[in-house]
């Protein structure tokens, strides 16, 4: 939140006490399943007449190429998760890249679910999938592979510079106390010492895909149950046998696409992936149609996301 109202607000410092007109704000370009964050903070500043919002289907980037090349206001941002947080998938970061080559906008992605897990060095999407120099800000959080609370924007100190005195959340809210600070330090030399808790991840993704033949590609994995009734039964099964596996429901989801969300950690041994599998078979004895129900709730959660 604390970057968009910072991006936000240059279309009012240069509107020089006035409301900006139309074509001097802020073209706000967003995927359909960004983070709540995300929303919210581009809700706030359409609301203050700072921004044009244009919603593009889920990584879908010819929709976004036939946005950008339709849109005639010259400042523009594209704003993404780059590991979605609900289905796992990666945003198409160097395919980003090269229309920002193209179109000159800004290109700002949450790392919140890349960060110390993704990359060699854990540094995030941007560092597995090689396009780290064409990402202008990345947003990640200290609250999870982190294990602390909080979060970070990494940018350049112009950037940097204006959001510490135009990110509203960022101003008005108190620093972390030190003792987070020192824990957040420690997890970063864990992180670099201990790198065979980032493979070890990785190989509990291809385990759990290599049992269960879903097409996984991350550490995060939705299995669709349908309504709300049937997820919560399903969470209630996964606990008693053993895992607590949280029901995600409306309004984190659109309605029929309840889910079992599963995050797979270095903490996890294969025993536990195996008997995980062996707890949620019930819900993977029709893989394909399943596989079917998440694709197409992506369709339908850009229609809900277009409305908003």
């Known amino acids: 939140m604390a970057v968009m109202t910072a991006l936000g607000s240059i279309s009012s410092l240069l509107a020089v006490g006035r409301k900006p007109a139309k074509d001097e704000r802020i073209a706000i370009f967003s995927d359909a399943l960004n983070h709540a964050s995300i929303i919210d903070g581009i809700r706030l500043i359409e609301r203050q007449q700072e921004a044009v919002v244009f919603v593009y289907k889920h990584c879908d980037m010819s929709h976004l190429d036939f946005l950008l090349s339709s849109c005639s206001i010259e400042k523009k941002v594209v704003v993404t998760d780059s590991l979605f947080s609900m289905d796992g998938d990666f945003a198409p970061l160097?395919?980003?890249?090269?229309?920002?080559?193209?179109?000159?906008?800004?290109?700002?992605?949450?790392?919140?679910?890349?960060?110390?897990?993704?990359?060699?060095?854990?540094?995030?999407?941007?560092?597995?999938?090689?396009?780290?120099?064409?990402?202008?800000?990345?947003?990640?959080?200290?609250?999870?592979?982190?294990?602390?609370?909080?979060?970070?924007?990494?940018?350049?100190?112009?950037?940097?510079?204006?959001?510490?005195?135009?990110?509203?959340?960022?101003?008005?809210?108190?620093?972390?106390?030190v003792p987070v600070v020192a824990s957040?330090?420690?997890?970063?030399?864990?992180?670099?010492?201990?790198?065979?808790?980032?493979?070890?991840v990785w190989r509990h993704v291809q385990y759990f895909a290599s049992l269960t033949k879903l097409n996984i590609t991350s550490p995060i994995i939705s299995i669709v149950v349908g309504s709300e009734e049937a997820a919560l039964r399903a969470g209630r099964h996964m606990l008693r046998s053993g895992f607590h596996v949280t029901p995600i429901r409306p309004p984190t989801v659109p309605p029929n696409?309840?889910?079992?969300?599963?995050?797979?950690?270095?903490?996890?041994?294969?025993?536990?992936?195996?008997?995980?599998?062996?707890?949620?078979?019930?819900?993977?004895?029709?893989?394909?149609?399943?596989?079917?129900?998440?694709?197409?709730?992506?369709?339908?959660s850009y229609v809900v996301a277009s409305k908003l």
């Open 257 to 300: 696409s309840c889910r079992l969300r599963i995050t797979l950690s270095a903490s996890h041994s294969p025993d536990d992936i195996k008997r995980l599998v062996d707890a949620l078979n019930p819900w993977l004895s029709d893989k394909h149609a399943k596989q079917s129900f998440v694709e197409g709730h992506a369709e339908q």
């Open 184 to 200: 957040v330090q420690a997890a970063l030399h864990v992180s670099r010492k201990e790198r065979w808790r980032r493979s070890l």
């Open 94 to 177: 160097p395919e980003l890249v090269e229309l920002r080559r193209k179109y000159g906008f800004l290109l700002v992605i949450d790392d919140a679910h890349g960060t110390l897990v993704c990359g060699d060095n854990g540094g995030g999407v941007p560092e597995l999938l090689e396009c780290e120099s064409g990402i202008d800000i990345s947003v990640g959080t200290l609250s999870k592979a982190a294990g602390c609370q909080g979060g970070f924007v990494a940018c350049s100190t112009r950037w940097k510079s204006l959001i510490q005195s135009r990110g509203r959340s960022f101003i008005f809210s108190t620093a972390l106390p």
